[in-house]
């Protein structure tokens, strides 16, 4: 079956002139594009062959769907000659084909998401975590750090350059607070109940809710899990205003500690992944 482009989608069938982006919503014929783009190449470059041609897509259902539209563009015979995946089975062909280059066993272990987890629940020990702490490391927080090693690796960004944003980010809060202040909300954080009051704070925080972070303190220095002025002495509500600046100054810090965090195991999950004969789906990419 034969569909005729749009002039747009000619245009870009027919591109000559090197790499191209071609940036493009739903419904508008990406897919057609593709597959009359590979054959027009076929038809203008006699000496191309089907096995010269890499056509890489997202998941295996668009797989799928452009090996059956490229059978029917192209016949069965030349279909099956070109190489048409998703962007992680390519690289997961490419990593099984160089295994030895790579120091990986003949048949390395993919991790998905879960096999993330474990690899990194090994670590614990090695890293002083206090935003992803071991007092009670929740499953949410575990994923939130696997996450940010994910978007490192898919943004290109190695752990040493991710360790040295943090370290400079760390540096920065210390020094606007300046060294008292910084020790004090250092030592805090050094306790269970500490960092339970430093993360509420930082959450409020992320909303840019001063008061809440207010509230918190007059509960604290009430000991009632109330928050109202009603009920305190001024003694109290002075100290509840003391303690919201100090656990401002705790919830900076934490966060930047957890990117510092981040960092460090990142940079232990990558050494630790061909040392386990393992690889992830974005170490494929």
Do not use: C
Request: proline letters at 4%.
């Amino acid at each position: 079956m034969i569909v005729t482009p749009t002039p747009e989608q000619r245009a870009i069938v027919e591109w000559a002139g090197g790499p191209l982006m071609v940036l493009a919503g739903a419904g508008t014929g990406k897919t057609t594009v593709i597959v009359e783009r590979v054959r027009w190449l076929l038809a203008a470059e006699p000496d191309l062959r089907p096995e010269n041609i890499l056509v890489l897509t997202y998941n295996v259902k668009a797989t799928d769907e452009l090996l059956g539209r490229f059978e029917r563009s192209l016949g069965l015979e030349v279909a099956r000659r070109l190489t048409v995946e998703n962007f992680h089975g390519f690289g997961f062909g490419l990593v099984r084909s160089h295994w030895r280059e790579l120091g990986l066993p003949a048949d390395p272990v993919v991790l998905d998401e879960i096999g993330q987890r474990l690899l990194v629940q090994r670590l614990r020990d090695r890293i002083r975590f206090r935003l992803y702490d071991g007092w009670g490391w929740h499953q949410s927080e575990l994923r939130d750090l696997i996450a940010s090693i994910d978007r490192a690796r898919d943004e290109g960004v190695t752990p040493a350059e991710y360790r040295a944003v943090a370290e400079a980010g760390l540096a920065e809060v210390a020094g606007a607070l300046g060294s008292a202040r910084y020790d004090d909300a250092l030592a805090t954080l050094d306790r269970p109940d500490g960092i339970a009051a430093a993360k509420a704070a930082s959450a409020r925080l992320s909303l840019d809710d001063h008061g809440s972070v207010v509230a918190i303190a007059r509960r604290i220095v009430r000991g009632d899990g109330r928050e109202a002025v009603a009920g305190m002495t001024p003694d109290q509500v002075r100290a509840a205003d003391v303690l919201a600046g100090r656990l401002e100054d705790q919830a900076r810090v934490l966060d930047a500690l957890g990117i510092l965090e981040q960092a460090v195991a990142y940079e232990e999950y990558a050494a630790e992944l061909p040392r386990s004969g393992a690889v992830d789906f974005g170490e494929q990419i």
